[in-house]
């Protein structure tokens, strides 16, 4: 099999290859390059032409040869022939070399150079014979001979065709001219590589639109179509290559302006909305075709306002967040501060204490501020349709799956963020897979082995302790250390007691309403009940609160509302009745917490591991404890 190398010198002989010395030099001069893209062909004259299209089928891409095959050769080939040229000091160098003969003729084609204007320097009859083909190369040697010269220069072909004459022969080209014109060639190599990796990434770009694309030359022929055209017009691309553009898209105006550039057409039973432009620059002259089937076109931009809509977008900023509590201020200030980061973000806090507000309101301060806000609650998707939510699938990828695929919501918060609630609650095996789109912000979709780039910023949040899931074997470690970079905590709303009538005040407010509108006994209730439920709780009941106060004031009594508002009455009664009782158990802890911490030296971490649970735990049951006692 010929040499698969891109770039090749061919060089033709008549009787046997290296007879002219040509192989050694060019041999030197690939060495001297250090290439592995470059080789030596040698075949005889009359195979010229076959040899030269078997390197252009096994992948050369750039074939060098001597005047006259290069030209032969380059109405032949669709690859770049380059010329082996003669150089000026190449040609002074072999007359130097061959000085002790009277008589030198230079053999060329009529680009060699000539130095007959140069026979008196060397005192020598110097006399150039141009030919263009082997037959008028071996007739021009005869006549050399017959002229009594006694030496030649020129091409391998003429070297030996003067050795065949008994005449002397010496090439017109030396190592250093040889390294020049591989380096160019080179070079060339570079460019047409690049050329190509642009084309094949454009077709692949434009393969994978979902419009039909089609290029149409000046003479309205059909130069180029994508593989979405060639599925709208029911043909392969070479059926329709070259063809008339009028034969396949029939009654298309060519003759376009502002007002025509769309158009719609009927193709067989379907209509065809296209949109025409005309390109003519230095590159490019001709007519790029985008088309849509109109109902499908249609039925896409629906679909576009529907998604473009659904969570992708934030409705909080820092500015909505009220409290009066200095604790969750800092926490505020702190959010702020992380926001400027690009770092991944850990929210950790009870339900309802407005974990997703805060990571709005963070994406909102941030540089992302314009790119989409993607929300997605992991608790909230059943199992078996979370994985194909989270990244998305390709066509055909599973039973039911849509026709083009679909986008996952990860891959489409791309430039923006991805907020991951209640991330405790992810499955282990997907777990897994969001790992490596934090590590290498790379997605595969289902059904894909092509991965897309992701930039996005990661906010997790979680009411769950994911320390204590890790040990339990239901949260990998590595996801967590990868979440764990910032981490915020949201403290409850029970922790925040100047919080409770403020938020109150401003939740009644927005109905005309203010908490002296309301009896005492339920803004005494509202100030003793602990908020399981958070701020959530607080504004629902404080709707519920509202509809109850619209009944006759008659009803409103300590009975009713007891009855109506059970959270608020019997849980406290709960907590009235049982209170000895927690007050030993809450005391026998915290004395067990305290004694640890003096026998550590108030180390938390220590403390922690000498009673069995983790650092986030403790602090927590001592904030909680603590509050508790002040009630």
Sequence with gaps: MLNRKPINILVTYIKQ???????????????????????????????????????SKNGCQILLCTGATASFLQKKLNIDVQTLRTGTFDVIHAISNLKQYKRIALMGSTSTVNLENYADIFALDIKQFNYDSYL?????????KKQGFDAIIGSPIAVELALNEHLVGHLAISVPSLKDLLQNALRTLEKIRREQNTILRLTEIFNHLNEGICFISKQKNISFINQSMSALIEKEPTDVLNKAANEIFEGLDFDIDDENAHQLIQFKKHKLAVYISKLKNDHINGYI????????????????????????????????????????KKTIDLAKAYAKTESTILITGESGTGKEVLAQSIHHHSRRTKAPFVAINCASFPESLLESELFGYEEGAFTGAKKNGRIGLIEAAHNGTLFLDEIGDMPLHLQTRFLRVLQERQINRLGSVVSHSLDIRVIAATHADLEELVKAGRFRADLYYRLNIL????????????DILY??????ARQ????????????????????????????????????????????????????QLPELFQLQERQTEQSPLKDVKLNQELSLIEETLVDVGGDLDLAAKKLGVSRTTLWRRMKLMRSSFQK
């Excluded at 008028?136 to 050399?144: E, F, G, N, P, R």
């Excluded at 938020?503 to 009644?508: A, E, G, I, R, V």
Aim: proline residues 3%.
């Design 17 to 55: 290859p290296n007879v002219n010395g040509f192989r050694l030099l060019v041999e030197q001069a690939i060495a001297e390059i250090q290439s592995d893209q470059i080789d030596l062909v040698e075949c005889h004259i009359s195979d010229v032409e076959d040899v030269a299209k078997a390197l």
């Design 136 to 144: 008028d190369a071996k007739k021009t040697v005869h006549l050399i």
């Design 289 to 328: 075709l985008s088309v849509q089937e109109l109902n499908a076109l249609e039925h896409s931009n629906s679909q576009f306002r529907k998604v473009s809509s659904k969570n992708f977008s934030t409705r909080y900023t820092f500015e909505q967040i009220l409290s009066q509590d200095i604790n969750f």
């Design 487 to 498: 981490r915020i905590f949201v403290p409850a709303l029970r922790q925040r007691k100047d």
């Design 503 to 508: 938020l109150s005040n401003t939740f009644l």
């Design 512 to 563: 005309n309403k203010s908490i002296d509108d309301l009896p005492d006994i339920l803004v005494k209730a509202i100030k003793k009940y602990i908020w399981p439920g958070n701020i959530r709780e607080l504004e629902n009941m404080l709707e519920r609160i509202l509809v109850l106060l619209q009944l006759d004031r008659t009803l409103i009594q300590p009975e009713f509302l007891s009855q």
